[in-house]
């Protein structure tokens, strides 16, 4: 019964947020009904400036999602001349929590990357670990990349660019943290902003937006947004995922010229398997709904 609740409410919300995307919310409500959970959609057509949004100013735990802010925040910091792409960065573990300095260490077992851990004390460039950290996921790069960056100003860029709900407060696995709430957060709408400046290339110099677009078009994990995509349809996204929580959210480029952001969010779900196909399913709804020339 919550979930059903749930997604009449996801339809009002739709229907008053929705300009000419709008024909696709029937469909899409009708798949994300047929799983438990709660979801957020955002879409953003890049030519004609058309959005959707579904539940859009929901609150989600950021999971993985919060790397493409942090990789950003880098390439600006980068293109300002605060640091260099190309620097060695050396490989350590060990952290310190944000609620008192106390120093953590992240387990290999947990992390979907395991082979940065056997470099330990050998060193990588900044540019080399955000690749890492986008790609595979990597935890420990992003640890690590979190302290160069600085959290404050991962948030303050994202503010920038209206991105206000966003929420970077710190690295993985910092568990004292957590366990006070303090976590890292977006909404559909957020992530639709931050997406639409990269793709629209409001944040860098042309050269660093495509290469940070050519990074997330090197995504591993391909479950969701691209998995019922044909294979000529480039993918520039990020995941995330944790108990509980599966999301994806990127740009879709066409082979007609066309793109889109595409933004999918959920939480409380009871099966991560059914919650990627029924998301899967929603991305190629959007798909169809381009190439159909809508």
Do not use: C, W
Not at 104 to 123: A, I, M, N, P, R
Not at 255 to 268: A, E, F, I
């Amino acid at each position: 019964m919550k979930t059903k609740i749930f997604m009449l409410v996801m339809l009002a919300v739709t229907s008053a947020n929705a300009q000419k995307l709008g024909g696709l919310t029937p469909d899409i409500v009708k798949t994300l009904a047929s799983v438990q959970g709660k979801f957020a959609v955002g879409i953003y057509d890049l030519q004609r400036g058309d959005t959707l949004f579904i539940n859009p100013d929901t609150i989600f735990h950021a999971a993985s999602t919060m790397k493409t802010p942090v990789m950003i925040e880098l390439y600006r910091q980068a293109e300002a001349g605060k640091i260099n792409l190309d620097d060695n960065i050396v490989i350590t573990n060990e952290f310190k929590s944000i609620v008192d300095d106390s120093p953590y260490k992240l387990e290999v077992g947990d992390d979907s990357d395991s082979v940065l851990y056997k470099q330990l004390g050998s060193t990588k460039t900044v540019r080399e670990l955000i690749r890492l950290m986008i790609t595979v996921s990597s935890n420990l790069a992003t640890n690590i990349l979190i302290e160069l960056a600085d959290a404050n100003q991962v948030m303050a860029t994202m503010e920038s660019i209206g991105a206000n709900d966003i929420r970077v407060l710190r690295g993985v696995e910092d568990i004292k943290a957590f366990r006070q709430g303090l976590n890292n957060r977006v909404s559909a709408r957020d992530l639709v902003t931050v997406f639409r400046a990269l793709a629209e290339g409001k944040l860098v110099h042309n050269d660093a937006t495509q290469e940070m677009i050519g990074i997330l078009s090197d995504q591993q994990f391909n479950s969701i947004i691209p998995a019922l995509l044909p294979k000529d349809v480039r993918v520039a996204h990020k995941t995330g995922n944790i108990t509980g929580i599966e999301h994806d959210t990127g740009i879709v480029f066409l082979p007609n010229g066309r793109s889109y952001v595409l933004v999918l969010l959920s939480k409380d779900i009871a099966d991560p398997k059914a919650v990627q196909h029924a998301f899967a399913q929603v991305s190629k709804q959007v798909y169809d709904y381009f190439v159909r020339g809508n």
